[in-house]
């Protein structure tokens, strides 16, 4: 898989990196903290349909994360990397799903709640840091991993068809789970007592797909996704 070789890849640059950090110079390690909003774009169409970015109805996929790591030279830092996504929005489109007794039906989400906790550390390596005042100097190539707690109840109403002329009835369904979480990021942060940046991601969260519960999480294969985050910095 490309991007396993490449978190892979970047990894041993990393390591590289810390090696050669140790024998050449000490530094003096730099603690900061902050806070950031992130845009989730999910791959798989099953968490798509169910969670968009924007939704009609008012109500969005949020994602709010939470850092706090060290600088321990000027070409590498390592974070704890905590987020929280959530949404309540109800898609308005339905989809057929075949229960345990072999029966499809259409089923129409009517309520929702959708939470998902990734806790990973993450390692950032500064490739370009030969002129610490350049622009350059504060971009980095970032790999994460982790776990992610993901919980998803939905009430269903359930029609015969897609026709949705045959109600059948309503069925509230729940799932909860932990899973593996790895990423592989680029960004741009500025150093000091405060500071911004903003990074693209790849998140890679595989699912079982069992089909159990007639939810995205139970249906759909991943929640890939591509992330764009905000981010706000504090030097401690």
Same mark, same amino acid.
């Given at each position: 898989?490309?991007?396993?070789?490449?978190?892979?890849?970047?990894?041993?640059?990393?390591?590289?990196?810390?090696?050669?950090?140790?024998?050449?110079?000490?530094?003096?390690?730099?603690?900061?903290?902050?806070?950031?909003?992130?845009?989730?774009?999910?791959?798989?169409?099953?968490?798509?349909?169910?969670?968009?970015?924007?939704?009609?109805?008012?109500?969005?996929?949020?994602?709010?994360?939470?850092?706090?790591?060290?600088?321990?030279?000027?070409?590498?830092?390592?974070?704890?990397?905590?987020?929280?996504?959530?949404?309540?929005?109800?898609?308005?489109?339905?989809?057929?799903?075949?229960? #345990?007794?072999?029966?499809?039906?259409?089923?129409?989400? *009517?309520?929702? =709640?959708?939470? @998902? !906790?990734? &806790?990973?550390? +993450?390692?950032?390596?500064?490739?370009?840091?030969?002129?610490?005042?350049?622009?350059?100097?504060?971009?980095?190539?970032?790999?994460?991993?982790?776990?992610?707690?993901?919980?998803?109840?939905?009430?269903?109403?359930?029609?015969?068809?897609?026709?949705?002329?045959?109600?059948?009835?309503?069925?509230?369904?729940?799932?909860?789970?932990?899973?593996?979480?790895?990423?592989?990021?680029?960004?741009?942060?500025?150093?000091?007592?405060?500071?911004?940046?903003?990074?693209?991601?790849?998140?890679?969260?595989?699912?079982? #797909?069992?089909?159990?519960?007639?939810?995205?999480?139970? *249906?759909?294969? =991943?929640?890939? @996704? !591509?992330? &764009?985050?905000? +981010?706000?910095?504090?030097?401690?």
């Amino acid at each position: 898989m490309k991007i396993t070789k490449l978190i892979i890849l970047t990894l041993v640059l990393i390591y590289s990196n810390i090696s050669f950090g140790q024998i050449k110079t000490r530094e003096t390690a730099q603690w900061y903290a902050g806070a950031g909003y992130t845009f989730v774009i999910f791959n798989d169409s099953r968490m798509t349909d169910s969670y968009p970015l924007f939704s009609k109805s008012g109500e969005f996929l949020k994602e709010i994360n939470f850092f706090g790591g060290v600088k321990l030279n000027k070409s590498l830092s390592v974070e704890f990397s905590p987020s929280f996504m959530f949404s309540n929005a109800a898609t308005e489109k339905g989809f057929n799903y075949t229960n #345990a007794t072999g029966t499809q039906r259409f089923y129409v989400p *009517t309520q929702t =709640n959708f939470l @998902s !906790i990734p &806790l990973n550390i +993450k390692a950032k390596y500064y490739p370009f840091t030969l002129d610490l005042l350049s622009f350059a100097s504060n971009l980095y190539i970032g790999v994460e991993a982790g776990t992610v707690y993901i919980k998803e109840d939905v009430t269903n109403y359930i029609y015969t068809d897609n026709t949705m002329m045959s109600f059948v009835g309503t069925q509230k369904s729940e799932n909860s789970m932990w899973k593996p979480d790895f990423g592989i990021s680029i960004g741009y942060g500025t150093t000091g007592k405060f500071g911004y940046g903003f990074e693209a991601a790849y998140r890679i969260i595989p699912l079982d #797909a069992d089909n159990k519960f007639p939810l995205s999480t139970s *249906t759909a294969k =991943n929640m890939n @996704s !591509i992330n &764009l985050s905000l +981010k706000i910095i504090f030097g401690l």
